[in-house]
């Protein structure tokens, strides 16, 4: 069984940066694909970024590309969401996702998740 947890998430500024973490529990993670999820009180979750199994391709949802940079770390079973130039409308809780095989965006088509880390950006 894949075990997910997040941290990082807090309380920023407008303007601000974070970076969250997912640690896996999985020897083989770099046979997973890798995402970064959000959902904000009354939405449904959403797809922020992807990164594949050795981390040669990404993806991001417009809406974070040029600000959000995914990555990754095999050696320490761990996935990266740098946070930079956070909005408002960032605020959400942020889970981190994990499916074996072919890419995708689509939560799901994603069979293990973490509990979530609360991100909230303040005007």
């Known amino acids: 069984q894949v075990q997910l947890v997040e941290s990082g998430g807090q309380l920023v500024q407008t303007g601000g940066s974070l970076r969250l973490s997912c640690v896996v529990s999985?020897?083989?993670?770099?046979?997973?694909?890798m995402g970064w999820f959000r959902q904000a009180p009354g939405k449904d979750r959403e797809f922020v970024a992807a990164i594949s199994g050795s981390g040669d391709r990404t993806d991001y949802t417009d809406s974070v590309k040029g600000r959000f940079t995914i990555s990754r770390d095999n050696t320490k079973d761990t996935v990266y969401l740098q946070m930079n130039s956070l909005k408002p409308e960032d605020t959400a809780v942020y889970y981190c996702a994990a499916r074996p095989g072919a890419w995708r965006t689509n939560p799901e088509m994603y069979g293990y998740w973490g509990q979530g880390t609360q991100v909230t950006v303040s005007s």
């Open positions: 999985e020897p083989t993670m770099a046979n997973y694909l």
